[in-house]
């Protein structure tokens, strides 16, 4: 068997993943330098007879290798797909396989509800449960060149050996716990997730964007889109052709000449040479767009007096998720918590689609502690400290006076 797998054993691993149910993958990309990062090797994982992964790594430059088998099986719900840290990943082989991804099961994700922190890296979590440690010796090295060597094929196979392994001790221990259909829900949004760059969304990120004139927001606009257009051709980063400062000056002032271009900030020599004509013809295209109006909605500002609002429910939610042995950054962050505050303050539905991004109001977290917070803050719960220094969580009994 050579070091890269050729078509044939792509196909027999890909025959596995269907025998046995589930599969492991990972994979190694450039991302520096390009507008959208480059899948440059796979490595798939599968569960033999003898309960050892065959591993498989793959050159996904090489066009004569046929790597359908595995896009087939990735697009396939009655197949787990497990992945570790799958943020980048999953919309990475969805573009460049065009597939979507099923029946996903990250094990960083699974990592949080089975007692272990949030964010676990792999390694960490290989030495937590299975007592193994990997030898991590090519992890910044450039993997679009060619020929691989044996050290980069070593370290991919590493990625995935004991993929699968780990996924299965952590899988037993969430069914015992009866956390694993929290894990897999979890799972859920990240198969959704692309790098697909949409111009609406970019210009919304744009700096101080939601402050502009709606005609200097439709220059703005059209630059984004020119921008991204010029970016993808020259497979170069959106900002290396013309930062978003420069961009959003160059809206506002919405010069007609390159001599007006000149007196603006943020563009070298050599970008106004290349491209000066060109931002010229995008401002005049974005004058001559309608007015792009501010739609966007106004979040009520936090009140000063949340800060402590904030203590006492971070202190609720710490303790449900120490109770229940989950990371805390899964349950809730910060900002979850102002923006319920801030709608019971000021008389939001807590059961209305006005909260239905507010994670911690939602599905299984709702369930351990959304309610119990919502009652907290409506005087129907208390805090204490115990006499060993756990904080307690009481109903209150009496009902609390109107304010």
């Known amino acids: 068997m050579s070091a890269l797998a050729d078509s044939r054993e792509i196909a027999e691993v890909a025959d596995r993943a269907r025998e046995t149910g589930r599969f492991g993958i990972d994979t190694e990309f450039m991302g520096e330098g390009r507008y959208r990062s480059l899948l440059c090797v796979v490595q798939v994982a599968v569960e033999q007879e003898d309960g050892e992964s065959r591993v498989l790594v793959v050159d996904a430059l090489d066009d004569a290798v046929d790597v359908t088998p595995l896009a087939e099986i990735l697009a396939d719900p009655a197949i787990e797909v497990v992945m570790h840290a799958a943020r980048q990943d999953v919309p990475l082989l969805k573009r460049t396989w065009d597939v979507p991804v099923t029946q996903l099961f990250d094990t960083q994700v699974a990592a949080g509800f089975a007692g272990l922190r949030a964010q676990l890296g792999y390694d960490p979590l290989l030495q937590e449960m299975l007592g193994v440690r990997l030898r991590k010796s090519a992890s910044f090295t450039k993997w679009d060149r060619r020929p691989l060597t044996e050290e980069q094929i070593r370290y991919a196979r590493e990625d995935v ?85 420069a961009l959003v000056e160059i809206a506002k002032r919405r010069p007609a000449s390159t001599r007006d271009l000149e007196q603006i900030r943020g563009l070298n020599e050599g970008a106004l040479r290349r491209r000066g004509k060109a931002i010229i013809a995008a401002v005049a295209q974005g004058r001559e767009r309608d007015p792009i109006p501010n739609t966007a909605s106004r979040h009520v500002q936090p009140d000063s007096g949340d800060a402590p609002l904030i203590a006492l429910a971070e202190a609720l939610v710490r303790t449900r998720a120490t109770d229940a042995e989950l990371a805390y950054e899964l349950i809730a962050a910060r900002a979850d918590l102002q923006r319920i505050i801030t709608a019971v303050r000021t ?25 119990e917070l919502l009652e907290l803050l409506h005087g129907r719960r208390e805090l204490r400290i115990g006499p060993n220094l756990e904080v307690e969580v009481r109903a209150v009994t009496t009902e609390p006076e109107p304010a």
């Open 161 to 245: 050996l004991h993929l699968l392994q780990v996924a299965t001790a952590l899988e037993q221990r969430l069914e015992a716990r009866g956390r694993l259909e929290w894990a897999r829900e979890e799972c859920r949004p990240l198969e959704a997730l692309s790098d697909i760059r949409e111009v609406d969304t970019v210009f919304a990120k744009l700096p101080k964007i939601n402050g502009l004139d709606p005609k200097v927001r439709a220059v703005a606009w059209e630059l984004a889109a020119w921008r991204e257009e010029t970016a993808r051709e020259a497979d170069r980063p959106a900002t290396s052709v013309l930062n978003d400062a």
């Open 347 to 371: 008389g939001v539905d807590t059961d209305a689609d006005a909260l239905g991004d507010v994670r911690t109001l939602q599905g299984w977290r709702r369930e351990l502690v959304g309610e």
